[in-house]
């Protein structure tokens, strides 16, 4: 009897360690998307993650009157958090790698435009022109956590704040077996699912959101994250305007790109990269990849056509496309 109550004891404790055990999982809004998380092992660290980003949401929300990135703007001087001070020296580096292409000071034109206020429209060019003194990350003066703007400059944590946040989350679900985050356009992967089996994402179609138009399938902890002109857009007179500014003219990009989706160990650098890329055009991102060795991308056009860096390309299954190379 003994031996046969052992044996089942080692039985299903072999069965609940590589069984295809179910995720716990949750679906919260939060930074203004919808987002799903699910973690399998440790599952207090759910609700750990989803704390984590209320916490980071609160600070980094341009419009909620008592957020610390609204303060600062508003005052021109403040304090920082430790997230608030690691999100912005991050962001600061990665605008001078992208050479501007990504800028966390472009608010003044993304308010312009009304992206982040009731009603959007498109602003005069003299409206335009008389905000390009305040944009450039030369008007952000930070000293340890204490951070100074020029006057009339303002942060945008919105082209990279979920990439901090996955990136957070990512860090805090280090000791669960595995986790999924998908928070809106940013998904996180973290660790191995039980099964062993790959994490499949898709890439969805600029065309027709809800589907895939390509699928990657890779083992352990990845950002992957896109960034399109379809996500967010209002029209005038006929004609759509989204919501990536470049940062040199204040207007909505317009090139070849519907989409980028950067894959990187660093979620942060994901998102605002995947921001960055989508401004550069595919040309001049696909040089900037060749100058750069931490990221993947895969380009989706506005023809439907895809193009993906040597590296993307071994992820990618399910669709046609050009190899980008070194
Ligand atoms: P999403 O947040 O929809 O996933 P992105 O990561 O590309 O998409 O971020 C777009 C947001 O970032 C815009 O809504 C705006 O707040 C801000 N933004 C727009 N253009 C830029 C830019 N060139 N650099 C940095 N932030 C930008
Ligand atoms: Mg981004």
Request: charged fraction near 20%.
């Amino acid at each position: 009897m003994k031996k046969i109550a052992v044996l089942l004891l080692l039985l299903s404790i072999f069965l609940t360690s590589c069984g295809n055990v179910a995720p716990k999982k949750t679906e919260i809004f939060a930074m203004d998307t919808f987002m799903q998380l699910q973690v399998w092992g440790d599952e207090t660290l759910l609700s750990e993650a989803t704390a984590r980003i209320y916490e980071l949401e609160s600070a980094f929300s341009v419009t909620r009157e008592n957020s610390e990135l609204f303060l600062l703007n508003q005052k021109g001087r403040g304090a920082l958090s430790a997230h608030g001070t690691s999100l912005l020296s991050q962001a600061i580096v990665l605008s001078e790698r992208s050479e501007g292409a990504f800028d966390p000071t472009v608010y003044p034109f993304v308010r312009a435009w009304g992206f982040t206020e009731q009603t959007q429209g498109v602003p005069s060019s003299k409206t335009l022109d008389a905000l390009f003194p305040f944009v450039g990350t030369e008007h952000v003066h930070a000293n340890e956590n204490t951070v100074t703007l020029d006057e009339g400059t303002m942060l945008d944590f919105g082209g990279i704040a979920k990439g901090y946040a996955a990136q957070s989350c990512a860090e805090l679900l280090q000791d669960a077996q595995a986790a999924l985050l998908v928070l809106g356009g940013n998904i996180q992967t973290v660790g191995t699912k039980p099964d062993g089996s790959d994490w499949n994402i898709g890439i969805a179609d600029p065309k027709n959101s809800s589907q895939a138009i390509a699928k990657l399938r890779f083992q352990g902890s990845m950002a992957v994250v896109t960034s399109g002109g379809y996500e967010r857009f209002f029209e005038e007179n006929g004609k759509q305007y989204h919501h990536i500014l470049d940062p040199k003219t204040g207007y909505p990009v317009q090139n070849e790109l519907a989409s980028v989706t950067v894959l990187a160990q660093n979620g942060v650098l994901a998102d605002a990269f995947s921001t960055a890329l989508f401004v550069m055009g595919l040309e001049k991102a696909s040089e900037f990849w060749r100058a750069s060795d931490d990221f993947e991308v895969v380009f989706i056009l506005n023809d439907g056509s895809i193009f993906a860096t040597e590296g993307a390309a071994s992820l990618l299954y399910d669709c046609e496309f050009t190899v980008i190379e070194r």
